[in-house]
């Protein structure tokens, strides 16, 4: 049973265009993981969140996670075609220390 | 440094087969982690393995069994395949029984 929802599923943007990811569950993490996929690949870690209200950049990507720990949001400035792959937020229960990943956003960036 | 490799990277089985997965974990890295990922899913926790004993257990049911030797590596074993096996199976590594970590590439399943 999935306990994170991603949204969207799928986008399509342009080159250049700014998009956010969000991910949302009805229970709290002690913490937060965002990963990035390619085809063909496993799944590459991007950031950690911990705080409750965090905010972390990378680039041109930034995480926020949530006041009540939560749900989390990843906002992609000035998309590129490198930016294509599947994201996935994955929550940490504290008690288990297990991953729990979300569904997944696939994004497609479009020279 | 090499990173977390798995093999193989490509299995064809028969449904009541059994399969073998293997995981070599970065070099340094005592947890073990594996996770399997249905096509258009987010990866779904299998087991975690600390200094070989299991330290999680997900949703799975017991025809799914690991290990982890003393080198840290780890087997992930599935017998009576069903067609419902057929999946991306990624291993994943971290220093200690936190969780970071560092996927490997993954194994491709297909259960005919």
């Known amino acids: 049973t999935q306990l994170l929802e991603q949204s969207p599923q799928f986008l399509s943007i342009q080159e250049g265009e700014n998009l956010t990811v969000y991910c949302n569950s009805s229970s709290v993490f002690s913490s937060l993981q965002w990963y990035r996929q390619e085809p063909g690949e496993g799944p590459v870690l991007l950031v950690t969140v911990v705080t409750g209200g965090e905010v972390k950049k990378l680039k041109r990507l930034t995480f926020q996670f949530g006041d009540a720990r939560k749900d989390s949001s990843l906002h992609i400035t000035a998309a590129q075609p490198g930016d294509t792959g599947l994201y996935l937020c994955?929550?940490?229960?504290?008690?288990?220390?297990?991953?729990?990943f979300g569904t997944g956003t696939l994004l497609a960036v479009q020279p | 440094d090499a990173g977390v490799t798995q093999s193989p990277t490509h299995l064809i089985k028969t449904r009541g087969q059994h399969v073998t997965l293997r995981c070599s974990p970065i070099s340094g890295h005592k947890s073990v982690s594996w996770y399997q990922q249905v096509l258009g899913q987010g990866p779904q926790f299998i087991f975690q393995y600390y200094e070989k004993e299991e330290r999680g257990r997900g949703n799975f049911p017991d025809r799914f069994s690991a290990r982890q030797f003393p080198n840290y590596s780890s087997e992930l074993n599935v017998n009576a395949l069903l067609l419902g096996d057929s999946a991306l199976y990624l291993c994943?590594?971290?220093?200690?029984?936190?969780?970071?970590?560092?996927f490997g590439p993954g194994t491709r399943l297909t259960v005919l």
């Open positions: 994955a929550g940490v229960h504290g008690a288990t220390n297990k991953l729990i």
């Open positions: 994943a590594s971290s220093p200690l029984a936190g969780v970071a970590q560092y």
